[in-house]
Every structure is written in C-alpha cells, then in structure tokens.
C-alpha cells in the first residue's frame, strides 16, 4: 500500500491476513524466511467439505472426492488439510501441499460461509439438511477442535434464513451473471436437472437479496442453539485441556461406522475423551480400543453432552463404562478422568 503520509496508514496496526486458496497451497501461511507469504491463516476447505458429507450423504459436484467418513473428521482435525498433494479426481489433478510443521490456528475451519451455502439451489442452512442431533454433535466436534473456527452471519443463533446467490447487475450484464450461475451450478447433477434448474432464483432480483437477510426476532426463537454454541466456546476458552489447542497432542480412533473419538493430552494424566457418534447407538462391550481406557487409578466422568436439556436435546443416557459401555446415536460427550473410588471392604 503506497502512503507518503509522515506516519504510513498502517504502522502501528496489527492486521491478520486470511488467504481462500483452492488450490490449498500452504506457501501462504508460511513465514517468508522459510519461502512462504506469511499470512496468518488460510480456509480449510477439506474439513467443511467432509463435514457435509457426514452430515448429508451427498456428494456430488466438487463433494465428490470426500465420503463423509469419520476417518476423513479425524484427519481433518489432526492435520488440516485432507488433500497434501494426493490426487483430486474432480479437478483432475494433485491438490494442495503438505501442512507439516504448521499450526493449527493456521486452518480455518467452518460449517458454513457465504460461498458454500450460496453454491446450492436454495441457500439452506446446513443445520436444516440433517438432524438436530447429528447437528449438534458435529458442531461440538468443529468447535472442539484446534483451529481457528469461523461463523457464518446468524449461524451463532440458529438463523433460518437462506443466503443466495444476489448481485445488484443490470441489463447486460445481470443475464450474463444469471448466465454463469446456472452454469456453475451445472456441476450439481441434482440442480442440473430442469425441474430445479427453472427454479433457482434470479441473482439480480430485490427479493433474492431480500430472502438472504437476516431476521433479528430469530434470536429470541432459537436459544437452545444459542446456548450450544456459547458453552462450547466457553469450555474451549476455559478448559485447561481444550484451550492448548495442540493438534500434536490428539490422537483419534474410528469405533463405528459412523462414530469416531479423539483423545486429548494435557500434562501428567490430565486428559479428555470427546466421543462422536453420528449414526446409531453402540455398544463395544468389551471395547480394545486403548484410547478408551481412562488413566491409571481414575474412571472417566461425564463433563458436557451435546443432547443435554439446555440445547434442546433428549437428556443424557444412564452412564457407565466400567463393565458397559453405551454411546448414543446423533450425540457427542466429553469425559474427563477423576479418581477411582475406593472399593469397600467386606
């Protein structure tokens, strides 16, 4: 930025640089002596676009390199980027750089932004395509993470309403943009096909934009979701083993079709135990999964659960994992070892 002031228009100020690269090339995030840009984060296209396909089963278009899978989430998660270099069918070419030595708050992560809900046929909130508790459970997965997680406008208090595609084009060139909408959205088989294609809305109309705002006296109607997100927030700001934010410090393990876990190390044996489940209740009885064992002398206790009361959930299942383990379907828990209780004498 060119500035002939006496002071330039940006000394003294401290500014962070975002970088939305497809090609997920980390040479942006990494420091110039080492080559790089030096910007300070970069959108993690990989975890939003394997997040959706857990949660919706869909996956055309440019989903289609990604199932959905918990071992995708887990991944996602502990190194960032999915694709380092692997081979992307629906580009028809390697995508992305390896992300080693990287930290995680270098990857933004994300259930929605403007490009990804507007890259559909009505704009739907990502929430409104699966169920409330699959929902929620994935969000606590998102949040949980380590990463530097972005909102979408609204999403903090369940907003229902839509965000499409709207340009303020006129004449000529707003059927050019309506143009390439449609053609853009061709990649979608499902919006390709003509009963949905006449009907995707017209970019340049008032009531396309008008569709996309927000609706404030939402805030008031969808507390739960409100709430969902605050004590998340707050237990990744607060919690000893959550705030280090320490992607090296995690280790993960897929326990069922569609249910997975991650271990978090803090010091000594201070540690916590997230359990996602997205499809049915399990019951690994017994379990060999080693990352299920609490540490020596304690026993794992409950800390948060996605399906509490206070987020509109079910209540917690009677919980007991010493002889029998139950992990409930569309849910996510938090445990936290405490110590053993001393067996009674005879």
């Known amino acids: 930025i060119f500035d002939d002031s006496p002071e330039h228009i940006l000394a003294g100020r401290s500014i962070l640089l975002i970088a939305e690269d497809e090609s997920q090339n980390t040479i942006r995030v990494r420091p110039p002596e080492r080559g790089g840009y030096g910007l300070d984060a970069m959108w993690n296209d990989d975890f939003h676009h394997a997040a959706v396909v857990a949660l919706t089963g869909r996956s ?134 003509s009963e949905v294609a006449q009907c995707l809305p017209d970019p340049a109309a008032p009531e396309t934009f008008g569709k996309s705002k927000l609706d404030p006296t939402e805030r008031a109607n969808y507390k739960e979701i409100y709430a969902l997100h605050n004590d998340l927030l707050k237990l990744r700001r607060e919690d000893s083993i959550f705030s280090a934010q320490r992607a090296d410090r995690i280790q993960g393990a897929v326990i069922g079709p569609e249910a997975f876990l991650l271990r978090y190390f803090g010091a000594g044996n201070d540690c916590r135990l997230l359990i996602v489940n997205l499809g049915r209740d399990l019951f690994p009885n017994p379990t060999s999964e080693p990352l299920m064992a609490p540490p020596a002398g304690q026993r794992w206790a409950m800390l948060w659960y996605s399906e509490h009361p206070r987020y509109g959930g079910c209540g917690a299942p009677p919980f007991e994992v010493e002889t029998h383990w139950r992990i409930p379907g569309h849910a996510a828990l938090v445990l936290r070892p405490v110590p053993e209780e001393p067996e009674e004498g005879p």
């Not at 699966?130 to 999403?155: E, I, N, V």
């Open 60 to 193: 055309e278009a440019y989903y289609s390199d990604y199932q959905g899978s918990p071992q995708e989430l887990i991944s996602a998660i502990k190194w960032g980027f999915l694709f380092q270099g692997q081979y992307f069918s629906w580009q028809k070419k390697r995508r992305g750089t390896p992300t080693f030595g990287l930290p995680a708050s270098a990857f933004i992560t994300y259930l929605e932004n403007h490009d990804q809900m507007s890259n559909s046929a009505r704009g739907d909130r990502l929430r409104t395509l699966t169920s409330p508790g699959r929902y929620k459970a994935l969000t606590a997965t998102w949040l949980l993470a380590p990463g530097t997680p972005m909102f979408f406008q609204g999403q903090e208090y369940g907003a229902s309403r839509p965000f499409l595609y709207f340009a303020d084009h006129i004449d000529t060139l707003a059927r050019l943009v309506q143009k390439g909408r449609s053609e853009f959205l061709g990649q979608f088989r499902s919006i390709a096909h």
